[in-house]
């Protein structure tokens, strides 16, 4: 099964804020999955190395891939395949997920191109999946941006009361 997809989003933060949230694996953890899911992240992110992702969603799983590239601040790409999927570790298994950064003013787009699907189940799980994701990562992203700081300080100095008196 050869089909592909792409989702895009465009995050209010420039692109190393964008990339650090992307491939921190501190960050990923943060917005690839809820609290409860536990996620762990481990990879080095050299090209050819291995990327370990872990955690609970209706039982443990582990989604395994190799690094296919890692460009700062423009391109990220690896394989994928979950543990939950139940495939064979072999290469016809993986997904590949390629994500791509490009500046729009002092934003950030960013585009995930998805393909090699092994099954349509998975074609429509990692669709839905990312549909959902790619939102949380913006979020977390322009949080931390400077645009999220000055409204989050702008936010704190609003709830203070004249004279610090509360």
Not at 49 to 55: E, F, K, L, N, Q
Request: hydrophobic share 40%.
């Amino acid at each position: 099964m050869s089909q592909r997809f792409t989702e895009a989003v465009l995050i209010h933060a420039p692109a190393e804020v964008v990339w650090e949230c992307l491939t921190g694996t501190e960050h990923m953890r943060e917005w690839m999955g809820e609290a409860g899911m536990m996620i762990e992240v481990e990879t080095d992110w050299q090209i050819g190395g291995p990327i370990i992702v872990r955690g609970r969603h209706s039982g443990r799983f582990e989604n395994r891939g190799i690094v296919l590239a890692f460009e700062p601040q423009k391109t990220l790409a690896y394989t994928h395949l979950s543990s939950l999927s139940r495939l064979p570790d072999q290469a016809q298994s993986y997904t590949t997920m390629e994500f791509s950064l490009g500046a729009v003013g002092h934003d950030t787009r960013l585009t995930l191109l998805a393909s090699d699907f092994p099954t349509p189940t998975i074609l429509k799980h990692l669709q839905f999946y990312w549909a959902g994701t790619l939102s949380m990562l913006k979020r977390y992203a322009e949080q931390r941006g400077p645009r999220g700081a000055a409204a989050q300080a702008a936010s704190d100095s609003s709830e203070r009361t004249p004279g610090g008196v509360s």
